[in-house]
């Protein structure tokens, strides 16, 4: 009965219609190989077994999320930044007849702090998005970046990025407005 009650939560389309990507995890009482195939064939992101430890769980939902996450960063092929416009798929930021190449580390911290606009994005969440892992020398790479950033940036003076002590960056926009606006694949912020 309860196989049956995660196989109609996870075809349910009510629950797909709400948001497509919403990740599912199946919780399995044993690694029966049918079960496995029958749920990532239905739409599963990933499985757990019962003895999964809580360690063991968290790091699979968050590897889940990060995936989710990584996926909607894609999705936006351009962002209106003040008088800037950053196309994440060229790595390109223009204004005016001024474009800038970026390198595809710029390219990759500005669409997350993009995502993160007006908001706190978390210093380690950066890295371990952006490379993998939080050790010393990667976090003093992210610092040279995020100087870097700020030098292109600094012709719109309504475009900034503030460390937030103890915790991560923030972008901040000219607009402040909690739900930004998106029209023709440009998320305007």
Known sequence: MK???RILFCEDDETRSINPEIPIIFLIAKTIKESILE????????????SLSMEGLLLRIKATLRRVKGKKLKDIPFYKL???????QKQTLSIGDKIIKLTTKECELLSLLCAHANETLERNYALKTI???????????MDVYITKLRQLLKDDSGIEIINIHGKGYKLITPSTDDDPL???GIQIL
């Open 82 to 88: 003040g008088n800037f416009l950053f196309d994440t």
């Open 131 to 141: 490379w993998v892992d939080n050790n010393y020398s990667n976090a003093r790479s």
């Open 182 to 184: 998106k029209e023709d």
């Open 3 to 5: 196989e049956k009650l």
């Open 39 to 50: 749920g990532f064939k239905i739409g599963a992101d990933d499985y757990l077994t019962k």
